[in-house]
């Protein structure tokens, strides 16, 4: 059986010219609408995030790619999957147009920018933040699709996109769409799934104590140094992947997890 799963509490209602408009959020907290694999042909599955402190449930295997890069990135500090239901009231139609955005981040504004200016999405999030770089976190939208999409000549689709974008403009929220090709790049989907493996792996104030030790002065250090200091080959690396994870160093995962790769010590929470 194919079951959505919606649970749906808080509204924020947006009216324009001709439309009325309203966001639907989780009363958890959560994805809006959990998908239940049953009798469907495509894959589907969930992913648990560190960062959003529950699974998230994803609908294509580029989704999933999506979601290992928000967890991974230090520029973004929240991200949700389906995160809410937006219905679209049109004057002279009956029923409401529904949306369900892919993801939704909570993210630093230069994110924003990078892709309002081309960026892809796999190098815009794969940035390190450097120690003391304090911005204002804004909401971004992103709507994930491959190259070839069965709904791009969906003109009813369309227009209920171009009616989305403009809800969200009015609320103050980036809307992006993403697609294969142009932004998710296979060395940084390489590097980020490697990080991914040992994002759960144990670390306690000595792991954090040892790495913060080795920050004597400004600027960033570099990779190897970092992970022969919490143990060396494997277990070292292991330690230094989950650190960044948790938001206590930022590697520059444009770079790769290399021994000459740059990280940055950041101003957070110990044990975050």
């Known amino acids: 059986m194919d079951v959505d799963i919606e649970n749906v509490s ?14 639907l959020w989780a009363s958890d907290g959560g994805p809006v609408r959990r998908i239940i694999n049953g009798r469907q042909t495509k894959p589907t599955g969930t992913f648990p995030s560190i960062k959003a402190g529950m699974t998230m449930p994803w609908e294509s295997r580029l989704e999933r790619i999506a979601f290992q890069m928000a967890d991974a990135s ?11 239901r937006l219905e679209m009231m049109v004057r002279g139609r009956g029923a409401p147009l529904l949306y369900f955005p892919d993801m939704m981040l909570k993210a630093r504004t230069s994110l924003g920018i990078d892709l309002q200016r081309g960026m892809s999405f796999s190098e815009a999030a794969a940035k390190p933040v450097g120690r003391g770089a304090k911005e204002h976190l804004q909401t971004i939208i992103l709507e994930i699709k491959e190259d070839v999409d069965p709904r791009d000549g969906d003109e009813a689709y369309q227009q209920k996109l171009v009616l989305a974008k403009e809800v969200y403009r009015r609320r103050g929220f980036k809307f992006f769409e993403l ?19 040992d994002k759960w792996v144990a670390i306690d104030a000595y792991d954090e104590h040892l790495c913060q030790n080795e920050f004597k002065s400004d600027g960033p250090k570099q990779y190897w140094r970092l992970a022969k200091a919490l143990g060396d ?5 292991a330690k230094l992947h989950a650190l960044h994870s948790r938001g206590f160093v930022s590697i520059d995962l444009n770079t790769g997890l290399k021994g000459n790769t740059n990280v940055w010590l950041l101003e957070r929470e110990a044990g975050r």
């Open 10 to 23: 808080t509204t924020v209602e947006e009216r324009s010219a001709g439309t009325i408009a309203r966001i």
């Open 74 to 84: 230090s520029r973004i500090d929240m991200w949700l999957a389906q995160p809410h």
């Open 233 to 237: 080959g494997p277990f070292g690396r």
């Open 179 to 197: 697609r294969r090709k142009k932004h998710f790049t296979y060395e940084v989907i390489e590097t980020v799934r490697r990080l991914n493996f």
